[in-house]
Structure formats: C-alpha cells, structure tokens
C-alpha cells in the first residue's frame, strides 16, 4: 500500500499554499523569467511561472521549503502550466518534458529534507496538473456553439506526456486541480490511468474541482454531485474543491460533496475573493478559523490554500486544524 492511503486515514493531512502568489512576490522582470538561457528568445516569457524551475530553480526550492517549513505534509510541483496546450502560449511546447522533470526534482529535493529531518513526519511530492487554457465542453466562440478549441484526444496526449514526465522525476501523487470543466478532467484521468498500466506504479490521483460562482456548479454546468460522480471511477486518493472561492464562500458545496463522495476530502480555498486589485486579503486567522470549523464539523481529510495563500497561513492553518480528526470516509454501498 502506498504509504499516503494509510496516512489519509490516521489524520488530516495538509497541503501547501499558493506557488504563484509567492512568486509574485519576487517582482520578477522580463529578464528574471528569461535567465541566461532564455536571454534572445523571440517571445516574452513574463509571467511564464513554470519556467522558473529551469530559469530561477532556488527561488522555487525556497517556496517549497517554506510551505514544508510551514508544516505542509504535501507540496506541490510548479507545473501548473506544464502542457503542450498551455505552453503554447509561450512558444514553449518543446520544453514541456524538461520543464515537468526540472519541478518534479525540486520539489523531490525539498520534500526528503523534511522527511529526512523528521522521518516521523513523511512529506509527499503531489504532480500539479492544471485545467489548461482550453474547454472540451465549451466553444470560445459565441456565434458557433458547436466549436471546440480542443478534443478529448489532444487533450489526453498533453495530460499523458506531462504526467510520465512527472513520474519519472519521482512524484508521489497526482493533482488534477483547479477543473473548471469536468471533461478536461476526465481526459487527464484517462492519461494518468493509462500511464500507471504501462508503469505498473500506484502513483495515487487528487482531484479538486472549481465552482465558480454562487450556483454551486463549475463552468462547464456541472453541480458537485455531478462532478464527483463523473470522476469517481478513477477511485481518487481524495476528491474536493479548490479556487475561485474563499474558505467562507466554499463551505455550502464542501459540505455537499462531504456528504456524497466515498473517499478522503480536501478544500484549499482562496484566501478570500478578490479585491479590486486583484489580491487576496483575508488573513490567515480568519482562514484558520473557518477551516478549523470545517474540521470540527467533519469534512475534512486534507486541507491547504490557494490563490493569496502564504507560508503564514499554512502554519495558522495547520496551527488550528491538526487537534481534529479526519472525516470518517463513508463506504460505497453498491
């Protein structure tokens, strides 16, 4: 068994912060994103976070540590754009496997630190696979509603390059995060799925959706019942909701999702909504609290931050919510 299934149900587990919000932070120019190697590229690459494993790799091993330091038990890896769909944008394509292999390795390095620190207290490397920039259910254009800009196929061979890209770098698990539509989920599902046939490795799956509004369903319609029943036959190490909402805004759908999955539950939230700058501005003990009430209500078996989360709020989160138990995860009556 892998040793996280056993961790899972022994207590909450909680996951790392915001990548890009601490990048940020370092007010990078064009050229700190190019580096040496990148100097003459014909296209800017501002803005370009995943491109700093290979260009600036410190400041993402010193993102990591934080978050470890912070108390995380799961880090994960600044791949978040890592597929041929997303990295067009940057006329990047070609550097897909390398850029996946280059943040696999920090993080890896990060994580056995820590663990070896503390071998008691085991940190886990979780593979980040983004939603990418296109929709498989949705047309982009509004005169042609039967357009797509992308098909399940591509879709399933991006997933599948970057997924063994991260494999073979020595990831724990993956993350399929931040799904604003659930078909593009489910061609990343397929691709891992196959890809753990042909490597015959129990790399276990993380799924966490977005809902984007106060409707309760995610962009491409789905309320979250209908998500996690469109995602369940993956058989995911957790299933749960990031994104888009602040802790508070999220608790209704959490609840719903807690009450229907037959399997572990993780949330990281927003820190808060947005202001009219753009930024996050909820704290980390107003976060802490409402998730320590998540768990004292039960919901919870992993739980971490999302945009406008820092080290700081980690700790207050960990701070707040490691005196609760796990939510008991129901069986599935067939």
């Known amino acids: 068994m892998h040793p996280i299934r056993q961790l899972i149900s022994e207590r909450i587990l909680f996951l790392d912060g915001a990548m890009g919000t601490m990048i940020q932070r370092h007010k990078l120019s064009e050229e700190g994103y190019r580096g040496e190697r990148f100097k003459d590229f014909e296209h800017s690459l501002q803005g370009n976070n995943d491109l700093l494993s290979i260009t600036q790799p410190q400041i993402i091993e010193d993102i990591h540590m934080a978050f470890l330091e912070a108390g995380a038990d799961i880090i994960e890896t600044n791949t978040f ?9 940057y006329h990047m394509e070609q550097l897909v496997e390398e850029i996946n292999v280059s943040a696999a390795k920090i993080a890896r390095k990060a994580a056995d630190k820590y663990t070896a620190q503390d071998p008691s207290k085991p940190r886990f490397v979780a593979g980040s696979l983004g939603p990418t920039n296109k929709t498989a259910s949705l047309s982009p254009d509004v005169n042609n509603p039967g357009f797509r800009a992308i098909s399940f196929e591509e879709l399933v061979t991006a997933y599948k390059q970057q997924a063994r890209a991260l494999a073979s770098a020595g990831v724990d698990l993956f993350l399929v995060e931040t799904i604003f539509d659930t078909l593009n989920a489910k061609a ?27 409707s309760g369903r995610t962009l491409s319609g789905q309320t979250v019942e209908a998500f996690w029943y469109s995602v369940s036959h993956a058989n995911p190490i957790s299933v749960g909701l990031n994104c888009a909402l602040g802790a508070d805004q999220m608790r209704p759908f959490l609840k719903d999702l807690s009450d229907k999955a037959w399997a572990p539950i993780s949330a990281h939230p927003n820190a808060g909504l947005p202001n009219e700058f753009g930024e996050y501005d909820e704290s980390p003990e107003s ?48």
Do not use: W
């Not at 409402?290 to 709020?313: R, W």
């Open 188 to 214: 990343a599902i397929f691709a891992i799925l196959e890809l753990q046939d042909e490597l015959d490795r129990d790399v276990p799956i993380m799924i966490s959706g977005t809902i984007t509004d106060a």
């Open 287 to 334: 976060m802490s609290a409402i998730l320590e009430d998540f768990a004292e209500h039960g919901y919870l078996n992993i739980v971490g931050g999302c945009c406008g989360t820092t080290p700081d709020h980690i700790a207050s989160i960990v701070d707040a919510v490691s005196k609760y138990e796990p939510r008991e995860v129901p069986e599935l009556v067939s």
């Open 81 to 89: 754009n890592s597929t041929t769909v997303s990295m067009a944008d």
